[in-house]
């Protein structure tokens, strides 16, 4: 079955801890996303990424890093410049067809990134 | 730069009822996409509908259609006969037609949809 995955489902962070989650897609999508979800506000662009070796800052891209070393894979690390990384992460990939932007953006299953 | 506005933090229907939510936003493009996503309790965001804004027809599937007012720059969903299932968080976004981060999605905060038996 094509998809995203996300993993881990769960993740536990002490304070001054970098930590990478992970996404993957077998769409054969070209472009990938990450969204922050916080209690009570919609999602919030982190990074996207509209082709391998290519990715851009949204909105809140502070304290995170990305790669997108292969079409498949877009690895998000939450560093420790990071105030307030608790919070529920959401990746997303989209075909990326150049001048169409009403392609859907299909998501992955998320993770519960906790600071301890 | 756009913005995207749901003003009902929280909703009731009555199963086989109606219900509607709203959405407005504020763009002065004159060319764009417009989403509803649902958010079940497991989290999985799932897109409901879409809909371009340069076309008059207001996008329909199945028990979910749209009221689609461009001058009011208003795009609430409507879903029809509803469900169990139907409960859920239901996000409206918003979409630019040009490039760069323009093209990605602008969410609202949600909408918290219960479904009373």
């Known amino acids: 079955d094509g998809g995203i995955t996300q993993s881990p489902k769960y993740l536990f962070r002490k304070e001054g801890q970098n930590v990478t989650l992970s996404c993957e897609q077998n769409l054969n999508h070209d472009a990938m996303y990450w969204y922050r979800q916080d209690p009570g506000q919609g999602l919030r662009l982190i990074y996207y990424s509209q082709i391998v070796n290519d990715f851009q800052k949204g909105d809140i891209a502070e304290g995170y890093s990305v790669s997108r070393e292969k079409k498949e894979s877009f690895p998000l690390t939450v560093t420790s410049a990071q105030k307030n990384p608790t919070a529920f992460y959401l990746c997303?990939?989209?075909?990326?067809?150049?001048?169409?932007?009403?392609?859907?953006?299909?998501f992955g299953p998320g993770t519960r990134l906790t600071v301890l | 730069a756009q913005t995207v506005t749901q003003s009902q933090p929280e909703m009731s229907v009555q199963e086989a009822e109606t219900v509607t939510l709203s959405c407005t936003y504020d763009?002065?493009?004159?060319?764009?996409?417009l989403f509803w996503y649902k958010q079940p309790p497991s989290r999985q965001m799932i897109l409901v509908i879409r809909?371009?804004?340069?076309?008059?027809q207001n996008a329909t599937e199945n028990r979910f259609s749209v009221n689609f007012q461009k001058a009011a720059k208003s795009f609430s969903l409507k879903i029809s006969d509803s469900q169990l299932g139907d409960a859920a968080m239901y996000f409206c976004?918003?979409?630019?037609?040009?490039?760069?981060?323009?093209?990605?999605?602008?969410f609202g905060k949600g909408t918290k949809l219960s479904v009373k038996p």
């Open positions: 763009t002065s493009e004159s060319d764009y996409y």
């Open positions: 976004a918003y979409r630019s037609v040009h490039g760069g981060s323009q093209g990605n999605l602008i």
């Open positions: 809909q371009e804004a340069y076309k008059q």
């Open positions: 997303a990939s989209s075909i990326g067809r150049r001048g169409d932007y009403s392609d859907e953006q299909f």
